[in-house]
């Protein structure tokens, strides 16, 4: 009958989609086209980098005028006081290693910017804490490694720690040795000299120094 073919055809629509006041609505017949993030998303990327960039070249100008101003301000003072207890007189370095990476990532761009491997970069660490251990040798800082920290002297808490490690397993000599070892393996890596040419250095230096003295 018309009215069955009515009913059935009502709900058949309505197994589909939607009808409102006669008007048939589909519910998933229609797909919409979806839409491509990946422009906006590597935009943002891309934003983040540069905002990265440059809060590390705030946060290490910062830092540095920390150091110039001392106690000046409480801020500066308890920052100050902090990098020294670090690093000791290693200190200075510290905002230049928050200022470079910065620079790198506000410029990464740029095609002549010189970049740095990996291996370099690994030497330059190894050079670092080197020459905080052998500031806290020679600054009075096996005998007393907590106290010379405390004053900002020698390589501060950090090259305490090492230098207090290798004398408690090595002795003194034996720790000498070692950090002399370590610094011929970091010049290698961190200037991409070979041992030659680091003996030849040291046989110059030597010669300068020799001539330069009185008779």
């Not at 801020?75 to 370095?93: C, K, M």
Request: glycine share 12%.
């Amino acid at each position: 009958t018309p009215l069955k073919s009515t009913k059935s055809s009502m709900r058949s629509n309505r197994s589909q989609g939607t009808t409102f006041r006669g008007v048939y609505t589909p519910s998933g017949g229609v797909r919409k086209p979806k839409s491509s993030h990946s422009a906006g998303d590597s935009i943002s990327a891309e934003k983040k980098m540069d905002l990265i960039g440059v809060f590390l070249l705030l946060l290490g100008l910062i830092t540095a005028m920390s150091l110039f101003a001392g106690s000046e301000t409480t801020v500066t003072a308890w920052v100050s006081a902090l990098l020294r207890w670090f690093t000791g007189w290693g200190v200075w370095v510290i905002p230049f290693t928050i200022m470079i990476p910065g620079v790198y990532l506000i410029l990464r761009k740029v095609e002549r910017l010189p970049r740095l491997p990996l291996e370099q970069v690994a030497g330059l660490v190894l050079l670092y804490l080197n020459l905080l251990t052998f500031f806290h040798y020679f600054g009075g800082g096996i005998a007393e490694p907590y106290l010379v920290a405390e004053e900002g002297r020698g390589g501060g808490i950090l090259g305490g720690v090492i230098l207090q490690v290798l004398v408690a397993g090595l002795g003194e000599i034996g720790a000498f040795l070692v950090l002399c070892a370590w610094l011929l393996i970091a010049l290698i890596f961190s200037f991409d000299l070979s041992f030659q040419q680091i003996v030849h250095g040291l046989g110059s230096l030597s010669d300068t120094v020799k001539s330069s003295k009185p008779e």
